[in-house]
């Protein structure tokens, strides 16, 4: 969730007062990353939190100035749930099966990113987004601690 935050950051994507929905309920990813975006440090966001069971999860997501999609289900984001100029932040990672490709395998994000782009103002691709910020991040922190910060 840390390197979200800083790629919200170094993008210069207000989020104050922005209305946020997070796909996903996880204790790694999606219950961090409602409670940062709730904070007053940067987030300041009115937080939303939908999950497999959530009734009007499509009716949310079509509000949300940003998503974060942490659902673990590839493609789960389509076009339809994205209002135009929203920012999409794309956590999953997925091994889905390619026999066009040399280990058998791609990576797939939660979000349908061909459909879903156009509409956005931002969004993060899977792989190459999320993940090197978040490496990013554990490095930092571990300087931090071997620095006793």
């Not at 950051?9 to 999606?30: D, F």
């Not at 289900?73 to 929203?86: E, I, L, N, S, Y």
């Not at 990113?113 to 978040?134: D, Y």
Request: proline share 7%; charged share 20%.
């Amino acid at each position: 969730p840390k390197g979200i935050i800083e790629l919200l950051r170094r993008y210069h994507i207000e989020t104050s007062g922005k209305r946020c929905v997070v796909l996903g309920r996880s204790n790694i990813v999606g219950k961090p990353m409602a409670m940062l975006m709730m904070q007053k440090a940067y987030g300041d966001a009115t937080v939303t939190v939908c999950h497999s069971h959530s009734a009007t999860l499509k009716e949310e997501c079509r509000q949300a100035d940003i998503i974060v999609a942490a659902i673990g289900r590839p493609g789960f984001v389509t076009a339809d749930m994205v209002k135009p100029g929203a920012v999409v932040i794309d956590v999953g990672t997925t091994r889905v099966p390619d026999a066009t490709r040399p280990k058998g395998f791609r990576l797939s994000g939660d979000v349908d990113f061909e459909h879903v782009a156009p509409l956005c103002s931002a969004i993060t691709p899977v792989p190459g987004g999320v993940g090197p910020m978040t490496i990013c991040m554990l490095m930092l922190n571990t300087l931090q601690a071997a620095k006793g910060e």
